[in-house]
């Protein structure tokens, strides 16, 4: 199994930027198709950005896309989340998630292991 540990959350005001990391430990974060979802309070937990194996295939939301950037350092064992151009829409708790497959998954079903979570909040 791997575990997964998110980091890099916090407060930013609108137009800011955060990067988020989700740390593997356990297996070889190589082995995994890797995503990241968010949750706001009293809404369904939502895709953000996905990327396969090698990294060479990303997808992204349409909400997101142009301004967050999905990455892996698959030496380090390390996932990232550039986000720029933060939105007060964007505050949620981000999780992200692995799967052991080649192909990039959107759907939160298909993830089989998930990090506890980190708090993304952007004020006007």
């Known amino acids: 199994q791997v575990q997964l540990v998110e980091s890099g959350g916090g407060l930013v005001q609108a137009g800011g930027s955060l990067r988020l990391s989700c740390a593997a430990s356990?297996?070889?974060?190589?082995?995994?198709?890797m995503g990241w979802f968010r949750q706001a309070p009293g809404k369904e937990r939502e895709f953000v950005a996905a990327i396969s194996r090698n990294g060479g295939v990303t997808k992204y939301a349409d909400s997101v896309d142009g301004r967050f950037t999905i990455s892996r350092d698959n030496a380090q064992n390390t996932m990232y989340l550039q986000m720029n151009s933060l939105k007060p829409e964007d505050t949620a708790v981000y999780s992200c998630?692995?799967?052991?497959?080649?192909?990039?998954?959107?759907?939160?079903?298909?993830?089989?292991?998930w990090g506890q979570g980190t708090q993304v909040t952007v004020s006007p």
């Open positions: 998630a692995g799967r052991f497959t080649l192909v990039v998954h959107v759907t939160y079903a298909d993830y089989e292991y």
């Open positions: 356990g297996r070889t974060l190589s082995t995994y198709a």
